[in-house]
């Protein structure tokens, strides 16, 4: 190389040396692992098992609708540069697609916790109406689901950083202990009930059914702001008056309106029953208070002694 040449790059290569090293700094300073998480439970799971050893990132912003997440340049750069993606597969095509093409092998896909359950909904005993189909993703509203969850972030983030893997396990730990309690109340409050039934405005509680003895039944199917066909909102109608159902729930972040006119219909009151996808924007909640709230809301609207 001639000392011409050397002379003009000389200042470029200092500048790009330079860059680097103080990015690379930053990094190290902060000294915690950089996760991205995919949207509020699984958020909340990361933060409660990495404590002050993590930096998480969600995806959605507060208040806002995570099925049809459309992410920007910027979030597929951050789910790129992270240390750890903790996703849900099939939840959110956006993020699976981004995933597979820039953090393949950095990320753990809760849906492999445990085998998903089919997204059917029941409408009459010994009877299922194909709603959608697909698995039901919404496995964090079954608390000891969302536990093993939490054991498999925190054997993530022992593999990314091994100096913390007991930290991880003691918090993964705490935090079933939490969830096991929660679960308990659930069973204790849901055991004696005159009502067994649920109406809901989209199929998202179908594993909290399954695991407190109720039967879900949704006017539309796995994605919330899908407009029921006239026919489906007719069964659900057909059943909710038959069945002399008390309560039509609505949930926090789509449109009541379809719930609310259903309710009017039927001479039942409507009621939100939150799926925690995630939270509104300003709220102080975390998902036990926001699960211990529809705890409450369903042992009033079922009679629950």
């Given amino acids: 190389m001639s000392k011409r040449l050397l002379v003009v790059l000389a200042p470029l290569l200092l500048v790009a040396g330079t860059a680097t090293a103080c990015a690379e700094t930053s990094a190290d300073a902060s000294g915690k692992v950089e996760v991205v998480a995919a949207f509020y439970p699984l958020q909340y799971v990361t933060e409660q098992v990495g404590g ?6 969600n995806l959605v912003k507060p208040g806002a609708e995570p099925h049809d997440l459309e992410l920007s340049p910027r979030q597929i750069v951050d789910i790129a540069d992270a240390d750890l993606a903790v996703y849900l597969h099939g939840f959110q095509p956006a993020v699976d697609e981004a995933i597979a093409d820039r953090a393949k092998d950095k990320a753990l896909d809760a849906a492999t916790v445990q085998p998903l359950n089919d997204g059917y909904v029941p409408l009459e005993e010994g009877e299922l109406h194909e709603d959608e189909k697909g698995k039901d993703p919404h496995i964090w509203l079954d608390p000891t689901r969302l536990a093993g969850v939490a054991d498999a972030v925190a054997n993530k983030l022992g593999e990314v950083d091994p100096d913390h893997k007991a930290e991880y396990a003691a918090n993964a730990k705490a935090l079933g202990g939490k969830l096991d309690a929660l679960d308990a109340e659930y069973k204790a409050g849901l055991a004696s009930c005159k009502q067994k039934t649920i109406v809901v405005s989209h199929n998202a509680f179908g594993y909290l059914a399954n695991r407190y003895g109720l039967t879900q039944v949704s006017i539309t199917g796995l ?10 909102l007719a069964e659900v109608t057909s059943f909710a008056r038959s069945h002399k159902v008390s309560t039509i729930f609505f949930e926090t972040l789509v449109s009541p309106k379809v719930a609310e006119t259903l309710a009017k219909e039927v001479g039942a009151k409507a009621e939100v029953l939150d799926p925690i996808e995630g939270l509104e924007d300003g709220s102080k909640d975390d998902y036990l208070s926001v699960m211990r709230s529809n705890l409450s809301t369903l042992r009033g609207a079922l009679a629950c002694s």
């Fill in 52 to 57: 002050d050893r993590v930096s998480v990132k």
């Fill in 223 to 232: 994605t919330p702001e899908a407009e029921p066909a006239a026919g489906r």
